[in-house]
């Protein structure tokens, strides 16, 4: 099963995303699974590291307002999710 990650500051876009992602997948009855859909980038990360994450589908927002941009968020997921 493919997982599906969003990492969004703005909670009214993460929930239209995250909305719009989960019926794609119910629609079109896809084997995928919106894993998590969260504003803070670390606790993207640690949910990818305990769940061990491998060639899953990331939604980033680059201005993230937080200490980690998008960008620098991408680097880290790219050491764990290869």
Do not use: T
């Amino acid at each position: 099963m493919q997982s599906i990650y969003i990492c969004e500051d703005d909670k009214k876009q993460l929930a239209y995303m995250s909305e719009v992602i989960a019926n794609y997948i119910m629609i079109e009855s896809l084997d995928m699974e919106l894993s998590l859909a969260s504003v803070n980038p670390l606790i993207l990360l640690e949910a990818i590291r305990s769940e061990k994450a491998s060639n899953a589908i990331y939604f980033l927002d680059i201005d993230l307002n937080h200490d980690m941009n998008g960008l620098d968020l991408a680097k880290e997921i790219r050491k764990v999710d290869d």
